[in-house]
């Protein structure tokens, strides 16, 4: 009878620590400017790897502060550029990473205000110079390009009493919700699902800037396998839809 307890108490605990790996949930660190995608794709991400998801949003170059501070996580998706910094510094596995979209940047406005033009550069300079007030995420992965961007079209100066930056891309989108920015610019993916916000529009082709999104496995991942299964999933065919849909092209 002893025997018996025993060996279904360590058979119980065999299984329950099975099933516990089984569900364990994956860290993932991820970009303001996938959220969107990573809100849509969940569902599917958590079938394909058989584990759910924990996801914690913030800009790129916030993550990665606290991925070199040493916060645990199991997958990254980051700017390309700082997940080549994270790979080049170990925190990523060797051979893990890959390519999974870019998005363009846009101009956001109230829900159903003025549409002024931004269809040339042309006019893109004479709605910035004519806006009352601009606004843009000042941890963005965008924002160093639109300040290059302000000076090529020569008006840098004229900008510089009008401009807002806000901690993150959240933050910038909500003051045009509120009416307390007239513009914000940032990337299309993060204008489109924003609330009380309206994409104006991509930058015209000739001053557009992309900024893609790589993602790639911890260095001290808890669980490896998953981790690598989400990152395949991410980089596979059946998200190209999905992320279409919310503004953003794949890339391979």
């Known amino acids: 009878m002893r025997t018996s307890i025993v060996i ?33 794709l969940r569902p599917q991400a958590e079938r394909a790897i058989g584990h759910p998801l924990a996801i914690e949003v913030d800009s790129s170059s916030v993550l990665k502060q606290k991925i070199d501070g040493g916060e645990a996580f199991d997958v990254a998706i980051v700017t390309s550029e700082v997940l080549d910094e994270l790979s080049k510094a170990g925190k990523i596995v060797s051979g893990s990473s890959a390519g999974i979209a870019r998005s363009g940047i846009g101009v956001g406005i109230r829900a159903g205000g003025p549409k002024p033009d931004i269809r040339t550069a042309a006019a893109l300079k004479q709605t910035l110079l004519k806006a009352k007030s601009i606004t843009f995420a000042q941890d963005g992965a965008s924002r160093i390009y639109l300040e290059k961007m302000f000076d090529r079209l020569g008006i840098g100066s004229d900008l510089k009493p009008k401009i807002i930056r806000e901690q993150g891309s959240a933050r910038a989108t909500a003051r045009v919700a509120d009416g307390s920015a007239e513009l914000v610019l940032t990337l299309v993916s993060e204008i489109l699902p924003a609330p009380g916000v309206e994409l104006l ?26 981790a690598k299964a989400l990152v395949k999933f991410l980089a596979g065919p059946s998200v190209a839809p999905i992320l279409k849909a919310k503004g953003m092209e794949a890339v391979r």
């Open 8 to 40: 279904a108490a360590m058979a119980a605990a065999f299984w329950t620590g099975e099933a516990g790996a089984q569900t364990a949930e994956v860290h993932v660190l991820a970009s303001n400017g996938i959220k969107a995608v990573m809100d849509e």
């Open 201 to 226: 529009g991509p930058l015209p082709a000739e001053v557009q800037n992309y900024v893609s999104m790589s993602a790639g496995v911890g260095a001290k991942a808890r669980n490896a396998d998953a």
